[in-house]
């Protein structure tokens, strides 16, 4: 019936009319097929009728996996309208996650105490920024009032040398849990017990040259009480593998902290880097949709995101703010020239770095002198660089991966980092403080950086070697009141209560947010060992 008042035919026989039968295929090939594939709808009719049926099937016939697909979807979209379904009554029957309440639950500056609960992915010993900077989150959470506990990677004996390079060993998470309370109550004595602490197990990835949870982090939250408030720092990081529930039906607000661009990382990885890259970059948008309320980006050198919202939400400790202002009283203490502190990878500028001090060479004819400190993976690659340079021949390495406020390093004058893989590059916030000039590259990662007396910034080669030698030649300017304000971690901590703020825009959740949750929940099960 279909068929015929589709071409228009008079109601006569379909055998004796071939026109319709003609028009009838080309109009009516993938509707005619794909109806009878998912619904098993069989014609009834006469004999003479059936047969043609068969044979237009024959000739037309939808290939099986076009079949399956189709069935696939539609499973798929009826299961979405039905969890979605069932997932609306539960919320009206669950007062803490209305909207309205939601948008309360974003404001960390509302009366009274909050449960904050921190995620990271490094862990001290290892002094890298996403070790260092939730701590000290942490810590400035506790001052101002609120619970705070905070989760840490595990990583198994065999692996720490890759991420810790000798500098400690922990047999067990209590083994390491000394250790960190041992550090905060250097930092901060009299707290070491207050926050809590818990562990998740880890693997270290040398292509990321990271720690990436095994297993469902979340499954140790299924015994708390009430979940309040989540920052997870580097969200993508922690949950591209992640095929447990979603933080956002754990606690009742969520914030990721974007540190890393590991674009830039994937990038690099041999000839299919761009084809990671951008793998990589739809991945992050989903995992961020599905697990986070909200997402801050400490600088615009991080890709689009959903939910986001640009703001650097990191400070630096008292004791660089202290160092400043010693140098700016005593600026003869800065004895020596450039340096530059961070790991041992090449993502982290050392190409970049290498490249500027040929260049600096070819049009000066002077050699940079610089001081390397850090170690890592790359570090054997990385000296063999310099070592068949001779434009290189000022670069000296020191292989300790000393703490930036070390005595050591107070006697630079210049901090030299030319990267542009970074976020926001927590050393070079370090060396401000201490009342340093940092010469950087006029990059977004930066952005936040160039309003600083202290910084010099270059977007070219030529500019770079006038930039070294200006920054050579230059004493420092002691630090303003608005610029140690700035940096310290009191300001951040208020622009992070302002980021953090739930969008008045936005909607408590994404119409497909179920629906991309189950896909990637399905992949990384599959992914499982």
């Known amino acids: 019936f279909l068929l015929r008042r589709w071409v228009g035919s008079d109601g006569g026989r379909l055998e004796e009319d071939e026109r319709v039968l003609e028009v009838g295929r080309a109009k009516t090939r993938w509707i005619f097929e794909l109806w009878r594939g998912l619904t098993g709808l069989m014609r009834k009719g006469k004999e003479e009728e059936r047969k043609v049926d068969v044979e237009i099937v024959r000739r037309n016939r939808m290939p099986w996996y076009v079949a399956v697909i189709g069935m696939v979807v539609l499973s798929s979209v009826q299961r979405i309208l039905r969890d979605e379904e069932e997932e609306r009554r539960r919320e009206m029957g669950r007062p803490g996650k209305t909207q309205k309440l939601v948008r309360a639950a974003s404001d960390l500056a509302q009366s009274g105490p909050r449960d904050i609960v921190i995620v990271t992915t490094a862990s001290l010993p290892w002094m890298t920024g996403t070790s260092i900077n939730p701590l000290i989150r942490a810590l400035q959470l506790l001052d101002v009032g609120h619970a705070v506990t905070l989760v840490l990677p595990f990583l198994p004996p065999e692996e720490q040398d890759q991420a810790f390079h000798g500098s400690a060993y922990f047999d067990s998470q209590q083994d390491q849990e000394t250790f960190v309370r041992g550090w905060i109550r250097e930092q901060a004595p009299g707290k070491e017990e207050k926050m809590g602490l818990l562990f998740y197990l880890g693997k270290y990835s040398v292509d990321f040259g990271s720690i990436l949870p095994v297993g469902d982090v979340t499954e140790i939250f299924q015994a708390a009480p009430h979940s309040d408030f989540c920052i997870l720092e580097e969200p993508e990081h922690l949950t591209w593998f992640h095929f447990g529930r979603r933080w956002t039906d754990i606690f009742d607000y969520v914030v990721g902290i974007m540190h890393t661009n590991y674009l830039a990382y994937a990038w690099r990885f041999g000839f299919f880097g761009p084809v990671k890259t951008v793998f990589l970059y739809g991945v992050n948008l989903l995992v961020c949709e599905i697990h986070c309320n909200r997402v801050i980006k400490l600088s615009d050198a991080v890709q689009y995101l959903p939910k986001a919202t640009t703001c650097n939400v990191h400070g630096v400790r008292e004791r660089f703010l202290t160092i400043g202002m010693d140098a700016g009283t ?41 001081v390397l400190y850090g170690n890592g993976h790359d570090l054997p690659a990385i000296r063999h660089a310099c070592e068949v340079n001779p434009s290189l021949a000022g670069v000296k390495f020191y292989g300790d991966a000393l703490d930036h406020g070390s005595p050591d390093l107070r006697k630079y004058r210049v901090f030299l980092n030319p990267a542009t893989s970074d976020v926001i590059c927590t050393a070079t916030a370090e060396a401000l403080a201490m009342g340093k000039i940092v010469v950087v590259r006029k990059h977004p990662s930066n952005a936040f950086f160039s309003i600083f007396r202290n910084c010099i910034t270059f977007s070219s080669e030529d500019d770079f070697a006038q930039a070294v030698d200006s920054a050579m030649s230059m004493t420092p300017l002691p630090l303003s009141k608005e610029e140690r304000s700035a940096l310290s971690w009191t300001a951040a901590t208020d622009r992070l209560v302002d980021a953090s703020r739930m969008d008045p825009n936005s909607p408590l959740r994404n119409k497909f947010g179920l629906a991309l949750h189950r896909f990637h929940r399905a992949f990384t099960q599959f992914l499982r060992p």
């Open 330 to 370: 005593v600026p003869q203490d800065f004895t020596q020239g450039a340096y530059f502190l961070g790991k041992m990878a090449w993502e982290k500028g050392y190409r970049h770095l290498f490249i500027l001090a040929t260049a600096y060479h070819r049009r000066t004819q002077n050699i940079l002198s610089i």
